[in-house]
């Protein structure tokens, strides 16, 4: 027989018993009863809320960078061009390296004056709505400079030049080169490498024996060839090559030759170069692409 106690004996942890183990006279029987727990409720933590919400808040808070909208000029064909203002002018080139199809290496951006690598758009003085000027020459172009024409070979061959035979022994040179040095000639400097002065450069002949100068237009693209008679304005994109060679005994100058064509005639020929400027004029006007 089940031992009951009153509620208020026993607390609040009553028993429950089967119904079916009542008597007629309402006592119950000694049936094992037991006792009915319940789990208590407890919540879900809301940390996976509160990470979500913190989580697009700080998607809110990241910043778009500031972009600035300008034209890139090259070969006269204009290109729209949006970019982030503080990215670094090396970055703007493997950009239109995909547009424009010129090596990235090979570019030079004229915003103001000749912009560095390490510059970002803003420092090198891109302005909203303003242009930059792309010089720089196709890969495919690059790769015809590299073969040399099957004329120039024929034409050697035919006059019988040897290719190691230096500029200042030809007797085409010769004859330019026996009149000394121009009076009004830029002073030279062997073994010495200088970026192009702000002037043009004067006091050189050309293959006539007529007084020549060179005034370079990065921000035009072009290389204006200067004589008494006329200015001849070139693309520096069409000048394929450039050849250059120390005079002997005269080592501080030098016999430059520019390729406008194919042929060995297409060459306009400079003499009385300063030393110190050829590199220069070589970067200036074929980019760093020449050491290909």
């Not at 909208?69 to 990215?87: G, L, M, P, S």
């Not at 790769?143 to 040399?148: D, E, G, N, P, T």
């Amino acid at each position: 027989m089940c031992s009951y106690l009153p509620a208020s004996e026993k607390g609040d942890s009553t028993e429950n018993c089967d119904p079916n183990s009542l008597l007629s006279n309402g006592t119950k029987t000694a049936l094992e009863c037991k006792p009915i727990t319940e789990k208590p409720h407890t919540e879900a933590p809301a940390e996976s809320s509160a990470c979500t919400s913190e989580s697009v808040e700080e998607t809110e808070e990241c910043e778009i960078p500031e972009q600035i909208e300008f034209t890139v000029v090259f070969n006269k064909n204009k290109h729209d061009i949006t970019f982030a203002y503080d990215a670094p002018v090396l970055d703007l080139k493997a950009h239109l390296e995909r547009i424009c199809q010129v090596p990235q290496h090979a570019q030079k951006l004229i915003i103001k004056g000749m912009a560095r690598n390490d510059q970002t758009l803003r420092q090198a003085g891109v302005v909203k709505g303003g242009k930059v000027m792309l010089v720089g020459s196709k890969m495919d172009d690059i790769l015809a400079v590299k073969s040399v024409p099957k004329e120039i070979l024929e034409e050697k061959a035919s006059s019988g030049q040897s290719s190691k035979e230096p500029l200042c022994v030809q007797k085409i040179h010769r004859k330019v080169l026996d009149k000394g040095i121009p009076p009004d000639a830029m002073p030279g400097l062997k073994g010495v490498k200088e970026p192009l002065p702000p002037v043009p450069l004067s006091g050189m002949l050309n293959k006539h024996g007529g007084k020549v100068r060179l005034t370079f237009k990065p921000e035009q693209d072009q290389l204006w060839l200067g004589t008494k008679e006329r200015t001849e304005k070139l693309a520096m994109t069409s000048i394929k090559s450039i050849t250059s060679e120390p005079i002997k005994d005269h080592e501080e100058y030098h016999i430059m030759g520019l390729q406008l064509g194919p042929t060995e005639a297409s060459r306009y020929w400079v003499y009385w170069v300063p030393a110190q400027y050829i590199e220069a004029i070589k970067d200036a006007v074929l980019g760093v692409w020449q050491f290909f």
